[in-house]
């Protein structure tokens, strides 16, 4: 029979990642309908098992090809741990590393899957939320009774609820052999940029709806008259119009400015990660529709140009 | 290297998306449809490494609306074979759709295939993922570059703060691709007309499964939350930024 929630833990250099105690948290307020909540930590150390105290239990994996995350071996050390546990429900995070665990698990244990999903609820079935068409239509499935997996958007739930004090049992789980065709080679971290937007009081965000490269111009100006930095999509970065130390978001940086200036950006959930705790978020664009109204503090359904020349200029003239 | 890349198209994300009176699906009877712009990526990295290996490159799609424009970029863009899944029934979401491409590519001598990480509908899994558990080869998502190396490939998985891991996979293998080493190249609308006019597609015949994994309880653009406070013009949003001291 299958009983309880698996909550997937993540970590990398040494840390668990607020996904691990975003997930944990939820995990904990749905064990009254769901069971017991048992923490999956491949190649986790002490250190990290206790800071997972609001589980019931911590099941740890060690073993060769483990020390550092690959999709292959973590793959298989948890097709074997949900084997062994046989969960109602697989917790995942929606994240570079969940991205490779949680579709694979669902072919090869034929189980129902929801991803993107903001809020997942137990009762005789399973329910899931899930944001997609970026934050456009949420959709609510029913995954039936378990066991399945979903796939949690990182910022879905608040993390402090997981990281409650407490004293779960552990339990070791073996590591099954991994075909070993895929290999971890190394760690590239990035370079450091000529400007720390994480260290920004004020950011403008440009996003696709700038439209070229040249036109960035127009963001650097405003930006001057704010004394800001510029900062982007990914979208902009991927097509070299800025550099990558510029990123918001998902993969890139994650941004808490006292004002965040959105341009031209859509608002989908990889970006929204990135810069939802501003303090004043104020979105420019020109799609009524667009999702970045959801989040933004602020709103203008307007053409990013007409707005960026006139609050510059208008900035200009309070200076005098 | 033999190099097959997946592709699918989407509603465009730009146009006003509706629920239709079932509130479980979305309105189709204007929806506009466009290529993934990740499977675009996808497909610029396969051009990328046919280049170099002087390789082969095919690329499949689903039949539907726009496909036939979608494969003729294709080809106009380099790549060498564009096949068409024909009679595939309805595929029901992606756990469906990796079946259908996964029976195909497996008659396909291939040595990687490469798709777009997600989609904005990918409600069910990510499709690189899940073909790759059906053909039982190795995958890896979030993939920023390819190069070839001994026996398979070394790739760049991308993870958050612009921290990047190497890899090495043996082939044949799966890759998501998230962005590729450089912008997607555009192909000129007189070469895909010249294209169109010279070039039949291939057609193969698809064979769905029922693969539904869940059931859709509703449809609804999301709650608005507080929403934002929507500023007329210039003059109020001055104010508003007096007001939170910014300027
Ligand atoms: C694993 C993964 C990681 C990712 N990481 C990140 C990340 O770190 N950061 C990130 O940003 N994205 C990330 N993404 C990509 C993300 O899914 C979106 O594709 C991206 O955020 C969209 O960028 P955008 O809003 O600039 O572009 P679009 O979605 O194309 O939006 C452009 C917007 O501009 C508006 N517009 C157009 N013209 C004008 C005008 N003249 N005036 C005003 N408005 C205008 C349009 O209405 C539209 O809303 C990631 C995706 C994946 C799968
Ligand atoms: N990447 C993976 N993700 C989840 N489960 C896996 C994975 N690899 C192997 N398994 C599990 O290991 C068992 C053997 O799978 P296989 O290696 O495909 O024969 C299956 O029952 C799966 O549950």
Redesign the pocket.
């Known amino acids: 029979m299958a009983d309880g929630i698996l909550v997937v833990a993540e970590h990398l250099g040494g840390k668990l990642s607020d996904i691990t105690f975003e997930m944990l948290g939820k995990a904990k307020a749905l064990s009254g309908a769901g069971g017991d909540v048992t923490v999956l930590l491949i190649a986790g150390d002490a250190s990290m098992a206790a800071e997972l105290g609001a589980a019931d239990t911590v099941a740890i994996v060690e073993g060769d090809g483990l020390a550092d995350f690959n ?2 071996s ?3 050390a ?3 741990a ?2 062994a546990k046989s969960p109602r429900l697989v917790m995942v995070g929606y994240t570079a590393m969940g991205m ?2 949680a579709s ?2 669902a072919v ?2 034929n189980l129902p899957h929801a991803t993107f999903c903001l809020d997942v609820a137990i009762g005789d079935s399973i329910t899931a939320t899930s944001q997609c068409y970026g934050g456009k239509i949420n959709v609510t499935t029913d995954l039936g009774a378990g066991p399945c997996v979903v796939s949690m958007l990182a910022g879905a739930a608040p993390a402090d609820a997981g990281r409650a004090e407490g004293t779960p049992s552990t339990e070791s789980l073996p590591a ?1 052999a ?2 070993g065709k895929i290999r971890f080679k190394r760690l590239i971290e990035p370079e450091a940029g000529d400007v720390d937007i994480t260290a920004q009081e004020i950011l403008v965000a440009v996003g696709r709806g700038i439209g070229s490269k040249d036109d960035i111009e127009v963001a650097e100006d405003l930006a001057e008259e704010l004394d800001a930095a510029v900062a982007g999509s990914r979208p902009l970065i991927d097509a070299g119009w800025l550099p990558k130390t510029r990123q918001v978001g998902k993969s890139g940086l994650k941004v808490a400015p006292k004002l965040y200036l959105a341009l031209g950006i859509s608002g989908a959930p990889e970006h929204i990660e990135g810069m939802k705790s501003s303090a004043t978020i104020v979105a420019v664009n020109s799609d009524k529709q667009a999702p970045i109204f959801n989040f933004a503090h602020y709103g203008m359904v307007a053409d990013l140009f007409d707005v960026c020349e006139e609050l510059t200029e208008a900035l200009q003239e309070r200076k005098g | 290297m033999k190099l097959v890349v997946l592709l699918k198209r989407l509603p465009d994300l730009v146009e006003d998306l509706e629920v239709d009176d079932s509130g479980k699906a979305l309105d189709t009877e204007f929806l506009k449809f466009t290529l993934n712009e990740f499977d675009d990526y996808a497909l610029e990295e396969a051009l990328l490494l046919k280049e170099a290996t002087d390789g082969e490159l095919t690329v499949i799609a689903l039949d539907g609306e726009d496909v036939d424009k979608m494969l003729y970029t294709a080809l106009a863009k380099g790549a060498d074979k564009a096949l068409k899944i024909e009679n595939a029934g309805e595929a029901s979401g992606n756990r469906g759709l990796a079946g259908i491409f996964a029976k195909v590519v497996s008659s396909l001598p291939h040595d990687l295939v490469l798709t777009g990480v997600q989609s904005a509908e990918d409600i069910d899994g990510q499709l690189a993922p899940m073909v790759a ?1 059906i053909l ?1 080869e190795p995958c890896v998502e979030v993939v920023t570059q390819v190069a070839t190396a001994d026996g398979g490939v070394s790739i760049h998985k991308e993870y958050s703060g612009g921290v990047v891991a190497e890899f090495e996979i043996d082939t044949p293998a799966v890759v998501g691709i998230q962005a590729s080493r450089q912008a997607p190249r555009y192909a000129p609308v007189s070469k895909v007309r010249q294209i169109q006019e010279s070039t039949t597609l291939e057609t193969v015949a698809g064979s769905a499964a029922d693969t539904s994994v869940f059931t859709v309880v509703q449809m609804t653009p999301p709650e608005t939350g507080g929403g934002a406070q929507m500023l007329g013009n210039i003059g109020e949003l001055i104010k508003v930024l007096e007001s939170k001291g910014v300027i």
């Open positions: 999709p292959e973590y793959g298989a948890l097709g074997a949900v084997e490779d665990l694979t698990l090869k244990r099954p991994s075909a | 558990a039982d």
